[in-house]
């Protein structure tokens, strides 16, 4: 398991797709800094974090597009099998694609908000005293925002290990992602509340109070389902 896993780590580090979706996340960040510093009344880092972790569309595109990117293109190139063939059983590979995957995603989600709070923070200051309710509320809130992005990750990943298609998978994860943001952010808030795309929109809300434990737990429900479906799929998927 272990190896496989260095052997995905070492695709991600190679993997050009990657290294250009996160420069354009990162480029992404700059310029949101640079429309906050331009704004008419002074973003304060405190307050554009608060902003930053709730662009959940912003996030839909990069984890959709990132996944047809790192999980299809080996369905394409029919090199997956290799991974099987070579004696590894389904499920540590699908294991290894998805540590692999989930990491980068957190380190271009967590760099994301590390760029538009220090550079806001430099130009116009924090905005906020650093209290032990502040530090504590920041980081629930850096962590509901991570784990969401893992939960977004892994939705994304059921559909690749189904669609097996770039642009398929691509256009599936973009698509139904926001079809799930219209059900929760239109429809009922019961309904809304099950979803993870409803607990990525009110973060900012939900940190420090009980209703992340609820978040928690969805998004920990969305990683465990959508994983095992992703494993249950490629576990049927014939190789040849």
Not at 33 to 53: H, N, Q
Not at 78 to 89: D, E, F, L, Q
Not at 172 to 200: D, Q, S
Request: net charge positive; glycine share 8%; charged share 10%.
């Amino acid at each position: 398991m272990l190896k496989q896993i260095r052997a995905e780590f070492l695709k991600l580090r190679k993997s050009s797709g990657f290294l250009t979706i996160a420069v354009v996340m990162l480029v992404i960040a700059g310029f949101m800094s640079r429309l906050y510093m331009s704004a008419a009344d002074p973003v304060t880092g405190y307050e554009a974090f608060k902003r930053a972790i709730t662009t959940v569309e912003l996030q839909i595109l990069f984890v959709g597009i990132f996944a047809a990117v790192f999980i299809c293109d080996e369905f394409q190139n029919r090199t997956i099998g290799a991974s099987v063939y070579g004696g590894n059983g389904r499920l540590s590979v699908v294991i290894a694609k998805l540590v692999a995957f989930f990491s980068g995603v957190l380190v271009v989600a967590a760099v994301f908000l590390a760029i538009i709070i220090i550079t806001l923070s430099i130009v116009n200051g924090f905005g906020e005293e650093l209290t032990t309710s502040t530090t504590l509320w920041l980081c629930q809130a850096v962590f509901l925002y991570l784990l969401g992005c893992v939960a977004m990750a892994s939705f994304s990943a059921m559909i690749s290990y189904i669609a097996k298609s770039v642009l398929e998978t691509a256009i599936f994860c973009i698509g139904l992602t926001y079809g799930v943001v219209f059900v929760a952010m239109r429809g009922p808030e019961n309904i809304g509340k099950l979803t993870f795309i409803w607990h990525m929109a009110k973060i900012q809300n939900l940190a420090g109070t009980s209703g992340m434990f609820l978040s928690v737990a969805v998004f920990l429900a969305t990683i465990l389902v959508t994983g095992y479906a992703a494993y249950a799929v490629f576990k049927r998927t014939d190789l040849k």
